[in-house]
């Protein structure tokens, strides 16, 4: 059951946008439309960002998109903010057998 | 307003037992699918189980398969996580998150609960 494959740092300056990747396989990520994103900052709670490889949920701004081709999820952060800092989870189904993987977060720095 | 609430952590030895519970309130509990998740200190997110509405339907991670048990009470709004043989790597925040749902993603999160597994 292996994690699923994040970079473990991104950057960008304010007003920038970032993407972050999310590398499964045929049997998680690339086999099911239930990719999620979130995010977490430092002693806090994780927040849903992205659901279903694109959706937001109400109160995500717009400036936060999910994507996802074959094996490999994608969140991108358009318009990067000072709070848009903190680090980055995404989460794919895996099956019945398996449940759920998480990938090893991201740490989006804004410079 | 949702809300979930977790207890039961603490400190424990390895080989021992724990009992995890969730309340919930501010929504129609029986009516969303519930997941535990837990991350140790200073590590990622790493999914432990899932129940299904009316508790027919569990999932596990390897990891805990055969040793942690997920349940629910859909009338005293409450999850379990029953923890046993625990050993000191299940040492971790356990959170427990309801499903957005029929979405497979958590939307509410409680502010967890620490679980220490040390002699």
């Known amino acids: 059951q292996s994690a699923l494959t994040q970079p473990p740092s991104a950057s960008g300056s304010p007003g920038q946008s970032v993407t972050i990747s999310c590398t499964g396989t045929?049997?998680?990520?690339?086999?099911?439309?239930?990719v999620s994103w979130y995010q977490q900052h430092p002693g806090k709670v994780p927040k849903l960002m992205i659901y279903?490889?694109?959706k937001r949920p109400s109160g995500v701004p717009d400036r936060f998109s999910g994507s996802k081709s074959g094996n490999t999820a994608s969140l991108t952060v358009s318009g990067l903010q000072a709070e848009d800092e903190a680090d980055y989870y995404c989460?794919?189904?895996?099956?019945?057998?398996?449940?759920?993987?998480f990938g090893g977060g991201t740490k989006l720095t804004v410079l | 307003q949702v809300q979930l609430v977790e207890s039961g952590g603490g400190v424990v030895q390895p080989g021992r037992s724990l009992r995890l519970s969730c309340v919930a309130s501010?929504?129609?509990?029986?009516?969303?699918?519930m997941h535990w998740v837990r991350q140790a200190p200073g590590k990622g997110l790493q999914y432990m189980a899932f129940?299904?509405?009316?508790?027919?339907?569990?999932m596990y991670a390897d990891s805990v398969r055969g040793r942690f048990t997920v349940s629910r009470d859909n009338v005293k709004n409450t999850l379990f996580l029953q923890m046993d043989s625990l050993r000191s790597e299940d040492t971790a925040v356990y959170y427990c998150?309801?499903?957005?749902?029929?979405?497979?993603?958590?939307?509410?999160w409680g502010p967890g609960t620490l679980v220490t597994v040390s002699s």
């Open positions: 045929s049997s998680d990520v690339g086999a099911y439309n239930y």
């Open positions: 989460s794919s189904f895996a099956g019945s057998n398996i449940g759920w993987l």
């Open positions: 129940i299904s509405y009316d508790g027919s339907r569990k």
């Open positions: 279903e490889v694109t």
């Open positions: 998150g309801r499903d957005l749902t029929d979405t497979y993603s958590i939307d509410y």
């Open positions: 501010g929504f129609t509990f029986s009516r969303h699918e």
